[in-house]
């Protein structure tokens, strides 16, 4: 290899150097990024990362950039939380929560994609990069973008929720919504990508935007005080995320930053939308493709495009999969909210309710150490809450009327605090 990295086909194997491409021309299998892992050994150690940049950069020499980039946007390093209130309610006593409803800068794990993605985007000599989004990749490119003063054009479904369209206007991108779902979008995309000669981060520049989710795995393991978890517990649409982080760990086990060991990886999917859970539970990696209808608008991938690999990381690792309805999802929001004080957007509220499902039926133990994947905002999806909660009539700013008020509201917050609520599993 003349550089640390190169892209190779996950199915034949076929190399094809550094270029803006994602099919295996032979095989039409993804693409991926492959490491020299021996010229890593030096440079991905412990001490170099703990000396690193408090962002997801500090896990560059395992990311696909050049060593003279000079990262512009400081994403990651989200908090890796315990969550014992949440535990209580779900029998759960080593349960941790991995934060990135509050990931810089748009609130969600896409901007450490989108890190990676654009950094390459320069690389190639794009002046215009774009995406097909689901919600969350379309702000975070936005913003970047703007920042790295690239011009944007970005594909939505037209029916996506207002904040997710608003919070990608606001950066100045093009905002282009089509009448169809999201992989009617992400079709028109590769035929625009073919045509125009622009990079967009999640088709012709996807082996890339990929790596940006690995620094999830890391993160968890460097903040379990180098450790591998038991089990994870993620979030799928298209399926990448849940596969980096497994190849996060992978890595760390190759270069000796962590002990080998055991982790099941558990996917998480809305019922509306849920062909890898599909998949799974019929022991397949053969993904029958739906057509999505749930307010988990931001997983609502019907064809997934790493499905297949997903199903495997699963299967292989003894995991498991599991597809919850809006209902659940929305419930799950609330009990996180209260018990965490989290806000976390539909895909949370999906990890969430299906985290709880998982030891409800005795799929993860209750002692076993278990990361749940929060990938996104609550702030983003205040529609599915719309007529959740009454406001109260206002009061004259008077001790005597708060008094009289606390009569008849006091006893009403914190339900949850007894008998485990009345949240839906
Ligand atoms: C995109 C997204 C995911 C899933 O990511 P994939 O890598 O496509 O499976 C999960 N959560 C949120 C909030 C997302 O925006
Ligand atoms: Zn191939």
Redesign the pocket.
């Known amino acids: 290899m003349t550089t640390a990295y190169e892209l190779r086909c996950k199915g034949c194997g076929k190399t094809y150097g550094l270029q803006p491409l994602s099919i295996c021309e032979d095989c039409f299998s993804p693409l991926e990024i492959v490491y020299d892992l021996e010229y890593a050994r030096t440079r991905f150690t412990r001490y170099a990362i703990a000396n690193g940049p408090l962002n997801m950069w500090r896990y560059r020499a395992l990311l696909p950039v050049r060593d003279s980039y000079v990262p512009k946007t400081p994403a990651g390093l989200t908090p890796l939380v315990e969550a014992p209130r949440l535990g209580e309610h779900i029998g759960a006593r080593n349960l941790y929560l991995k934060n990135d409803a509050v990931c810089m800068p748009t609130l969600?794990?896409?901007d450490r994609v989108v890190a990676v993605a654009l950094a390459n985007a320069q690389d190639f000599g794009f002046d215009t990069v774009g995406c097909s989004s689901?919600?969350?990749?379309a702000n975070a490119v936005a913003a970047q973008a703007a920042r790295l003063g690239l011009k944007t054009f970005i594909l939505v479904p037209a029916d996506l929720e207002p904040a997710k369209i608003l919070n990608t206007q606001v950066y100045g991108a093009t905002l282009v919504r089509v009448d169809g779902n999201y992989d009617h979008v992400n079709r028109l995309c590769s035929q625009i990508a073919d045509r125009y000669n622009w990079g967009f981060v999640n088709v012709n520049l996807r082996p890339y935007y990929?790596e940006g989710?690995k620094t999830v795995g890391y993160e968890i393991a460097e903040q379990l005080g180098w450790r591998l978890p038991d089990n994870i517990v993620c979030?799928?649409?298209?399926?990448?995320?849940?596969t980096?982080i497994r190849k996060a760990f992978d890595e760390l086990i190759a270069l000796g930053l962590v002990d080998e060991k055991p982790v099941r990886f558990f996917g998480a999917q809305a019922t509306g939308c849920s062909p890898i859970a599909k998949a799974v539970k019929g022991g397949t990696d053969v993904i029958e493709p739906q057509r999505p209808n749930t307010i988990a608008r931001?997983?609502a991938?019907g064809n997934?495009a790493?499905g297949m690999y997903?199903a495997r990381t699963i299967l292989a690792t003894g995991g498991w999969a599991e597809d919850v309805s809006d209902v659940e999802i929305v419930s799950a929001i609330q009990e996180l909210a209260e018990t965490e004080g989290i806000f976390t957007?539909t895909?949370?509220g999906v990890t969430t309710a299906v985290t709880a499902r998982l030891y409800a039926h005795g799929r993860i133990q209750r002692d076993e150490l278990t990361v749940s994947c929060i990938?996104?905002n609550g702030l983003k999806t205040t529609d599915c809450l719309n007529g959740a909660y009454e406001q109260s009539e206002a009061i004259r700013p008077r001790l005597a009327d708060f008094e009289i008020y606390v009569e008849e509201h006091g006893a009403t917050r914190q339900q949850l605090s007894t008998a485990g609520g009345n949240h839906v599993r």
């Open positions: 969600s794990f896409k689901t919600g969350n990749l990929a989710s979030p799928m649409a298209g399926g990448s995320l849940i980096k931001s997983l991938i997934p790493d997903a957007e895909a949370g990938t996104g």
